[in-house]
Structures are given as structure tokens and as C-alpha cells.
């Protein structure tokens, strides 16, 4: 499964809906699993967003598809990064490194 960090902002109408319905936010959690992604961890953030939320998801398009639907509805706003592991990110480097030493003493 892949890993995406979403970043999310109320609008006015979602803060309104979240002040009235503070359990809204677990609803909208449940659905996303059923649109196919895992909600991993969620925090409660200040600044620009409001919500951090780490997702697993079986690839980019569940995750667009997901991201589109929600912000249509104009309750908020989000950004989706996808993200890697740390161990397979300096895994990947380290073959690359691997590699490269490699096709050096070929020379």
C-alpha cells in the first residue's frame, strides 16, 4: 500500500458543521475507508490547516478520486502528498549507490 499525507483546511461551512457535530470528522474518516484508504494517524494542527491525516491507499488515482470528491462538497480544502517510507527511501539510495559503484569498475 502506498503512504500520502494529507493536509486539510475548513472552510467557513466546515468549521460550522465541526463546531455543531465535533464526531463529523470520524464519520468522514469511516468513509474514506470505504472509498478504499486507511486512515492511519490524524492530528489536530494550527497554522494554514487544521488537519493532518495519514493515509494508505492502494495507489495516486484512489487517492485523487478521493480528494476531488471530498473537496466538492466545499466543506474543505485539502493538499495530498504521497509519501515514502523513510526505510525505502535510503534503501532505494543505498542500491543506487550500489549501482553506481558498480558501473564505475566496469570502466
Known amino acids: 500500500m502506498a503512504h500520502y499525507v494529507m493536509l ?4 467557513e461551512s466546515g468549521r460550522k458543521v465541526l463546531r455543531e457535530r465535533p464526531g463529523w470528522i470520524r464519520k468522514v ?4 475507508e470505504r472509498k478504499g ?3 492511519r494517524a ?11 491525516t495519514v493515509l494508505e491507499a492502494p ?3 484512489t487517492v485523487s478520486a478521493i480528494s476531488i470528491e471530498m473537496g466538492a462538497r466545499g466543506s474543505v480544502n ?5 509519501a515514502i517510507p523513510l526505510d525505502v ?13 558498480r558501473r564505475g569498475r566496469r570502466r
Do not use: C, H, W
Open 8 to 11: 486539510s483546511s475548513l472552510s
Open 29 to 32: 474518516n469511516r468513509e474514506l
Open 37 to 39: 484508504a486507511k486512515v
Open 42 to 52: 490524524q492530528y489536530a494542527v494550527l497554522g494554514p490547516y487544521d488537519f493532518v
Open 59 to 61: 495507489d495516486n488515482e
Open 78 to 82: 485539502m493538499m495530498t502528498l504521497p
Open 89 to 101: 527511501f535510503i534503501g532505494r539510495l543505498e542500491q543506487r549507490q550500489t549501482r553506481g559503484a
